[in-house]
T-cell receptor
Framework: DTEVTQTPKHLVMGMTNKKSLKCEQH?????MYWYKQKAKKPPELMFV???????INESVPSRFSPECPNSSLLNLHLHALQPEDSALYLC?????????????FGPGTRLLVL | GENVEQHPSTLSVQEGDSAVIKCTYS??????FPWYKQELGKRPQLIID?????GEKKDQRIAVTLNKTAKHFSLHITETQPEDSAVYFC?????????????FGRGTQLTVWP
């Protein structure tokens, strides 16, 4: 089973709301990723979680915070977002965090910030 | 960090013709090059990848070539079909970069006309 699942599929939130995106994989993968994708652009890496270590793209604002409750779950907590944060948020996983392993993407959460 | 350039940004072909998309990368330490296909509203899906110890790889109608000296790699699709219409992203992994980080090209919108 090469599937990564994400919930919710769509999310509309106001700038003062707090919400969370969820991602799950049951492939025994050791690395999980959050990407942000704007329309007609490539995915941009936000966070990498591997072996309980978090790597951050330093350009990601602090209103995004990842959480990894266990090796198969990855959450993205959202707080005080801006309209420009509206995008498709993709989760991905790979067997190892080496970068040479296939990254499998989830279907994404389409986020609209009003 | 790595810089990946992708050309063309749009490509239109007649069904049955071949399509070629080219990418260049800047860091000679990069050693893994995946290609992703993303249909409208869907997740990116890996279609083929190549590692730096190989010059060419083929999977049915899809092939990828890698020229390490010139630092470029190309996607070749033969006998194109309307269902090949999608955005294609190339990517490169830089061994010296953040854990698992892929650097994506800007994408090519391929349209196959019946």
């Amino acid at each position: 089973d090469t599937e990564v699942t994400q919930t919710p599929k769509h999310l509309v939130m106001g700038m003062t709301n707090k919400k969370s995106l969820k991602c799950e994989q049951h492939m025994g993968h050791r690395a999980m990723y959050w990407y942000k994708q704007k329309a007609k652009k490539p995915p941009e890496l936000m966070f990498v979680y591997s072996y309980e270590k978090l790597s951050i793209n330093e350009s990601v604002p602090s209103r995004f915070s990842p959480e990894c409750p266990n090796s198969s779950l990855l959450n993205l907590h959202l707080h005080a977002l801006q309209p420009e944060d509206s995008a498709l948020y993709l989760c991905a996983s790979s067997q190892e965090p080496s970068g040479q392993e296939t990254q499998y993407f989830g279907p994404g959460t389409r986020l609209l910030v009003l | 960090g790595e810089n990946v350039e992708q050309h063309p940004s749009t490509l239109s072909v007649q069904e049955g013709d071949s399509a070629v998309i080219k990418c260049t990368y800047s860091d000679s330490a990069s050693n893994y090059f995946p290609w992703y296909k993303q249909e409208l509203g869907k997740r990116p899906q890996l279609i083929i990848d190549i590692r730096s110890n190989v010059g060419e790889k083929k999977d049915q109608r899809i092939a990828v070539t890698l020229n390490k000296t010139a630092k470029h790699f190309s996607l070749h699709i033969t006998e194109t079909q309307p269902e090949d219409s999608a955005v294609y992203f190339c990517a490169a992994h830089d061994r010296g970069s953040t854990l698992g980080r892929l650097y994506f090209g800007r994408g090519t919108q391929l349209t196959v006309w019946p």
